[in-house]
């Protein structure tokens, strides 16, 4: 059974930074896309970073050039490197992936979800 696991989430002040990680385990063949959405509330979820499996990447236009998102896959791993917050980057952030697992079945999973607070 495959497993995400999210961590790095936390509280920071606006213009901080802050590093998500979200690990795979289980019996896996490969990992397809992955990807980073964030829910703020009383909003809908929303797509924040893919990392396709040649390793490009897409961005929404409110992290451009202040969120990185890379990928280790011989831990199965992707990060979402955080810098110069602000408030509205508040939101719990979750990560997906699509896994190609024993008996050669392809599924989606999700991690738990991390709490991210930008506040002063």
């Known amino acids: 059974q495959v497993q995400l696991v999210e961590s790095g989430g936390g509280l920071v002040q606006p213009g901080g930074s802050l590093r998500l990680s979200c690990a795979a385990s289980?019996?896996?063949?490969?990992?397809?896309?992955m990807k980073w959405y964030r829910q703020a509330p009383g909003k809908q979820r929303e797509l924040v970073a893919v990392?396709?499996?040649?390793?490009?990447?897409i961005y929404v236009d409110s992290v451009k050039g202040r969120f990185t998102i890379s990928r280790d896959n011989a831990k199965s791993t992707v990060y979402l490197q955080m810098n110069s917050l602000k408030p509205d980057d508040t939101a719990v952030y979750s990560c997906?992936?699509?896994?190609?697992?024993?008996?050669?079945?392809?599924?989606?999973?999700w991690g738990q979800g991390t709490q991210v607070t930008v506040t002063s």
């Open positions: 990392i396709t499996s040649r390793n490009s990447t």
């Open positions: 289980g019996v896996i063949f490969s990992i397809d896309d």
């Open positions: 997906f992936m699509m896994v190609l697992s024993p008996p050669w079945a392809r599924g989606a999973y």
